[in-house]
T-cell receptor
Framework: DQQVKQNSPSLSVQEGRISILNCDYTNSMFDYFLWYKKYPAEGPTFLISISSIKDKNEDGRFTVFLNKSAKHLSLHIVPSQPGDSAVYFCAARAPGTSYDKVIFGPGTSLSVIP | NAGVTQTPKFRVLKTGQSMTLLCAQDMNHEYMYWYRQDPGMGLRLIHYSVGEGTTAKGEVPDGYNVSRLKKQNFLLGLESAAPSQTSVYFC????????????FGDGTRLSIL
């Protein structure tokens, strides 16, 4: 039973348009959310994060929105660029007694078409 | 600026063989992690370490062992490889467990025949 879901395995967007990647979660104890970006044959790299006490965090072209009541977050990329083509992983942190577990979603492959 | 280095990058094993995957980080991070990535399943935590000399089980630890004898190194061992362990393995490190992102290596692609 996946606690972090990314229901769109892939997404194609025209260069210059907005890319919206979605993520849903089931555990209301998650207190911190992260997005990672992964190019082929490389490891994931951190992109942006958001605390559960906020509903929006922005960093340049990247904005993450959190809707706690819907247990949903989204990553907006505006404008999309060909270099944004990658797999994007949503991750959520669950506080623990000795270790805060991070759960990753299955990823969404974004293709930005020139 | 090496960051997190994994060796080897690729390996093919026969069922029943053993091997060790090496992970080294040069950022003086306390936390280190081993994940496996399988299609449609995201990254799943195998084992982790919160400091030199410590290890703990993650989500899918069966069939794997780990050691953290030095702060900069985290080793993942397969004692008797099985086809179900065919996967891409990622090592990661982090400064702490509080809102700090993890830094990943480039992965080891392991095939068990």
């Amino acid at each position: 039973d996946q606690q972090v879901k990314q229901n769109s395995p892939s997404l194609s967007v025209q260069e210059g348009r907005i890319s919206i990647l979605n993520c849903d979660y089931t555990n209301s104890m998650f207190d911190y959310f992260l997005w990672y970006k992964k190019y082929p044959a490389e490891g994931p790299t951190f992109l942006i994060s958001i605390s559960s006490i906020k509903d929006k965090n922005e960093d340049g072209r990247f904005t993450v929105f959190l809707n706690k009541s819907a247990k949903h977050l989204s990553l907006h990329i505006v404008p999309s660029q060909p270099g944004d083509s990658a797999v994007y992983f949503c991750a959520a942190r669950a506080p623990g007694t000795s270790y805060d577990k991070v759960i990753f979603g299955p990823g969404t492959s974004l293709s930005v078409i020139p | 600026n090496a960051g997190v280095t994994q060796t080897p990058k690729f390996r093919v094993l026969k069922t029943g063989q053993s091997m060790t995957l090496l992970c080294a980080q040069d950022m003086n991070h306390e936390y280190m992690y081993w994940y496996r990535q399988d299609p449609g399943m995201g990254l799943r935590l195998i084992h982790y370490s919160v400091g030199e000399g410590t290890t703990a089980k993650g989500e899918v630890p069966d069939g794997y062992n780990v050691s953290r004898l030095k702060k900069q190194n985290f080793l993942l061992g397969l004692e008797s490889a099985a086809p179900s362990q065919t996967s891409v393995y990622f090592c990661a490190s982090g400064r702490d467990n509080n809102n700090q992102p993890q830094h990943f290596g480039d992965g080891t692609r392991l095939s068990i025949l």
